[in-house]
């Protein structure tokens, strides 16, 4: 496959994954920003620039922060770069490039996204959780055009690649950021078996759980309150939530051997697929103990670290080969 | 119900006799036609326009500068040809190809054409698409234009006339498969009522004619786009996605020893066969624009080494011209020893100055084009300008008279076509493609393009064209 198509496959379905979990984030802002006692209502708001890093940019437009405004910001704005329209119409462009090589269900999925998406800023939308729904049905459409079409070829590899190395990376700075909204005193401070937590606290929980579509995983695997120490073994370390840490690495992990490569030195993935494997299998053996004798916000840092290194390998043995 | 009215002037009409009454071959269309509500017509339009908005077949339109993609609109009533018609155009259309491609290679060998005093030289070595770099080069089974779009139109005598012969890059093609999707998916009841000659295999067709283009064991074809931003470019991502090739950008590509490569996610790997789709001049910086950022640093190289096949080869544009086209008909007597099967539309040239002084007398009843325009552009169509328009072109012909060249107002034939207020007629041409490899082949069928303003006879898409499904009926006289 060309190395140009590859990367354009590979940041198509990186950019719809941002969208999705940037709609996913926005999600859990607007439910806590509704709740009368949350504290700190403004640091909620102003979290989901904090994890995009649009802060500057922001304030660059609007005075102060306040809550319709950070959505058309985040949202409809086609001028911030990070936007949700601005992520569905990279992933279209970069489709419109490859559209030779996706069929034609996934491209009619993602270009009929586009030209829906691209109205809204003018026509407005219905209500700000029709259009996260909105999004989140596109995304789905997508991805349920792409495994139930797409030839198990390379291109489906680089797709599912870009998805799941965007994910890891979201799920983690979503995880950092709210964690640290929520308890900013480190969750093993919090004993598992303490009563219940305030109200704001199980309400933050759950919003960062149901945003991650995790909150039903959670109460099947727990059967018991929300408490910080098990959201965070949760979203970290079960295998079995489609967006935790683990399952993001195992996949990684599980695609790298089927994109097509030479063997042995010839094999432009070797690299890539050492770092992949090394962080796929410190986190299968890794313990929520370990991570909050480290710290949450350290330990999803230096995650964070090693997840762009292995992006930055990808990039480096297979989108601009010479 | 449906009206279905003549055009002014006594107009060929595909569809109907001059007394009015439906031709034989449309005559299953017509009673079909009129069982059909406007509602549910409209409904099917308007299922068609969603149906090409959500697949993308659209074109990027020179000069909008909000690089809006427009869709190319779609009539439903298609254009039926008749197969005793098609055998006639089909037999013309090898004719015509095969003298073209002789023709290339012999002024880019011996020039027997001009020794034989049948064309002037300067014809030929002082037309910009000439190509120098080409001269002596042996191209594998003589052929320079792999793929040739011919544009015919009949005129009111009911007889086909070449227009003019596309030889570089033709487009179009990917239209004319999804056209023919596209009616098959609103009318299935129709294809009942008539035998209509398959197309799908086109994509086969081209890339066989691809692979035979080089003497490469197993060679690896690609198609060669300027990228997304090119108004055709959903022709080419079509094409390269119907043959199982990979499209590429100069940027894929890349010159090392003397071999071609394209930059993959296992290495390097060789090209042997490029269908490009950009004009010679954006080929390789080093040879030919040096600002050109499309093109291949080092191309033409290896092209000249014969390690990687252009289709079409460099340099065809000089048997499109123009100024070469009123010679077709002598190269076919020339180079095959047979009398033309399609005719040319009578042509005068300006640089000639007879010809000269009959255009610039009867310029108000003309068509006048420039030799090296193309898409419609830098032309006079002499009865449907005003007095000053056509005073103004009678001073550019003036001042440099061999630019161009000029020919009667044709006749387009016309077909039946939706407009706002119903059916009505509109002027149509046809271009089918021909493919030349090992030998010719060609589907049944071509675009159909359509003029959809009252009157209008330019069919070309950046100009308000439309396109209409070509229907080549099988089995029946």
Known sequence: ?322 | MHALTLPANGHYDEMLLQSGAIRPHYQPFASWLHAQTPEALAKKRAEADLLFHKVGITFAVYGDEAGAERLIPFDTVPRIVPSSEWQMLEAGLRQRVTALNRFLWDIYHEHEIIKAGLMPAEQVFANAQYQPAMQGLDLPHGIYAHITGVDLIRHSDGGYYVLEDNLRVPSGVSYMLENRKMMMRLFPELFARYQVAPVAHYPTLLLNTLRHASTADNPTVVVLTPGPFNSAYFEHAFLAQQMGVELVEGQDLFVKDDYLYMRTTVGPQRVDVIYRRIDDAFLDPLAFRADSMLGVPGLLSVYKRGNVILANAIGTGVADDKSIYPYVPDMIRFYLGEEPILHNVPTWQCRKPEDLDHVLTHMADLVVKEVHGAGGYGMLVGPASTAAEVADFRERVRANPSNYIAQPTLCLSSCPTFVDSGIAPRHIDLRPFVLSGREISMVAGGLTRVALKQGSLVVNSSQGGGTKDTWILEGQA
């Open chain 1, 1 to 322: 496959m060309l190395s140009r198509t590859a990367s354009q496959l590979y940041w198509m379905s990186r950019y719809l994954e941002r969208a999705e979990n940037l709609v996913r984030m926005l999600d859990v802002t607007h439910s806590l920003s509704l709740l009368p006692q949350s504290r700190g209502a403004t640091t909620e708001l102003a979290a989901p620039l904090a994890v995009t890093g649009s802060l500057d940019a922001y304030h660059a437009k609007h005075d102060k922060l306040a809550a319709e405004q950070l959505f058309n910001f985040m949202a409809l704005d086609l001028d911030n770069p990070t936007s949700v329209l601005s992520c569905l119409k990279f992933a279209r462009e970069n489709a419109h490039a490859v559209r030779g090589q996706i069929t034609s269900e996934m491209w009619e999925a993602i270009n009929a996204t586009w030209l829906e998406a691209k109205e809204m800023p003018k026509r407005g939308i219905p209500s700000v959780s029709a259009f996260f729904d909105w999004v989140k049905e596109r995304s789905h459409l997508f991805r349920g055009a792409t495994y139930g079409t797409l030839q198990r070829n390379d291109a489906y590899c680089f797709i599912r690649l870009g998805t799941f190395i965007e994910r890891a990376d979201n799920t983690a700075r979503l995880l950092d950021v709210k964690s640290q909204l929520i308890a900013p005193a480190q969750p093993s401070l919090m004993p598992v078996d303490a009563p219940a937590e305030s109200a704001p606290d199980f309400y933050a929980w759950s919003a960062l759980l149901r945003s991650l579509s995790a909150f039903e995983a959670y109460h099947a695997a727990y059967r018991d309150a929300l408490d910080g120490r098990r959201v965070t073994e949760l979203l970290i370390l079960r295998p079995d939530v489609p967006r935790s840490l683990r399952a993001c690495c195992d996949e990684i992990r599980a695609i790298l051997p089927q994109i097509e490569a030479g063997i042995g030195a010839q094999d432009a993935g070797r690299d890539v697929k050492k770092l992949a494997g090394k962080l796929a299998i410190q986190i299968e053996y890794g313990s929520v103990d370990e991570i909050l004798a480290l710290g949450l916000h350290e330990w999803l840092t230096g995650f964070l670290q090693r997840s762009a290194r292995i992006s930055e390998a990808v990039r480096e043995a297979y989108l601009e080969a010479t």
